[in-house]
């Protein structure tokens, strides 16, 4: 009899697999170094080979390198900035602003992911009922993307404190057209072993056991279960991970 898990990578290969998911980062901080032509393809196939819903593909990658439209873009950024920053009272309000929250213009390359709603015609298959699947799929692009570049030793930023409409009007975006992720792609001048938010005390990650359910959304897991304490197993290697991550 074949095993079930008869298409299981071999355990270096997953092991990879497992480092790139646990030593990705949101990277905020980029050298200059100019990144090749060659490399952003290659992440951005990573990226063209995701799922979507029926086969859709909505996604599309616009490259931008011009250090004139990364300036119009990280304009917009602080102007942006400025309005989010009245959502808090101080302290947390210095503390917001005191967060670098994006790379524009230090990473050679910004990728703008959009999501073209028309792209499969008038009917996609799957995507009746929940019209948004078009742009879960584009998220699904953006992460696979992140990985490769993860893989590659480049570092991905996902600024999203910014407008989309004149974003739309900097870049010649349809208005049909939904611009998803402006993302800042370079070589990172460090990787984090544990989110720059959380490093900061902005935010903490939530234990595993509070967002898992079994059988329904109230059947959190009992507390000292045997399910509990698997949940905490399977969480408790990823530290391996994170503790190994590199930090140069
Ligand atoms: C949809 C989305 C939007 C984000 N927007 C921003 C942003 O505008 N600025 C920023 O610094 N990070 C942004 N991030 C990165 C998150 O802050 C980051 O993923 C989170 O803090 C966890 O850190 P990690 O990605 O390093 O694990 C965004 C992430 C996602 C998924």
């Known amino acids: ?42 992440v951005l196939a990573a990226a063209h080979r995701a799922p979507s819903v029926g086969f859709m593909q909505p996604w599309t990658f616009t490259v931008i390198r011009s250090p004139q439209t990364r300036a119009r873009v990280h304009d917009l950024y602080l102007r942006e900035r400025q309005a989010a920053a ?38 996609v298959l ?58 800042c792609l370079g070589w990172p001048q460090q990787l984090r072993a544990r989110p720059m938010l959380e490093e900061a005390g902005w935010r903490e990650r939530l234990p595993m056991n509070g967002v898992v359910r079994l059988e329904r959304y109230d059947g959190a897991p009992e507390q000292g279960s045997e399910a509990s304490a698997m949940v905490a197993a399977a969480e408790a290697e990823v530290a391996r991970w994170e503790a190994a991550a590199d930090l140069a």
Request: glycine letters at 8%.
């Open 1 to 42: 009899m074949t095993p079930p898990d008869r298409h299981r990578f071999a355990e270096g290969d997953r092991e990879a697999v497992y480092r790139a998911i646990h030593q990705r980062r949101d990277v905020r901080h980029f050298r200059t170094d100019p990144v090749d032509d060659a490399l952003v393809y290659r």
């Open 86 to 123: 009245c959502f808090y009272d101080e302290p947390r309000r210095s503390e917001f602003l005191a967060l670098k929250l994006e790379g524009i213009r230090e990473a050679p390359v910004n990728i703008c992911v959009s999501c073209d709603p028309t792209r499969g015609g008038t009917h």
């Open 126 to 183: 799957g995507r009746n009922s929940q019209p948004e699947t078009d742009v879960y799929s584009t998220c699904c692009a953006v992460q696979n993307l992140w990985l490769a570049a993860r893989a590659e030793g480049l570092g991905v930023g996902w600024v999203s404190i910014l407008k989309t409409g004149e974003l739309r009007e900097i870049l010649g975006i349809p208005p049909h057209v939904v611009p998803v992720a402006y993302l």
